[in-house]
């Protein structure tokens, strides 16, 4: 599983389910990722991530909501160019989405589909 490039989780897992995918550091694409079911801080040992869709809620643990510089970065993968978040059912926190975003140095799309009342 090392060795692993690609993952396509399924769109719905149960809430019981947490998939640990610290050990996935080959992993260029990920698709359906959650923080219902995975890890946050797993993305950071991800470093060739290429492509990553975040479906469904994304909620960071620990998140420093009053300086956010204070945050570590989410993702550290500098190959990292393609970026979409979808969550129909409810919002994203904006200083959430601010950090995961400032992690990003080198995307090239970005694809928002999520309720944001106001940015911070």
């Known amino acids: 599983m090392q060795q692993l490039k690609h993952l396509y989780l399924p769109s719905r897992c149960s809430p019981e389910t947490k998939l640990k995918l610290g050990t996935l550091g080959n992993l260029q694409t990920l ?61 994203i926190d904006p200083r959430h989405l601010v950090g995961l975003l400032s992690s990003c140095q080198n995307f090239f799309k970005l694809n928002l589909n999520v309720e944001i009342r106001r940015l911070p």
């Open 31 to 91: 698709v359906n990722f959650n923080t219902k079911n995975c890890y946050v801080k797993h993305l950071i040992n991800m470093t060739n991530l290429i492509d990553l869709e975040i479906r469904g809620p994304f909620n960071i643990e620990d998140f420093n909501t009053e300086e956010l510089d204070k945050n570590p970065p989410i993702i550290q993968s500098k190959y990292l160019h393609s970026l979409s978040i979808f969550y129909y059912e409810g919002r």
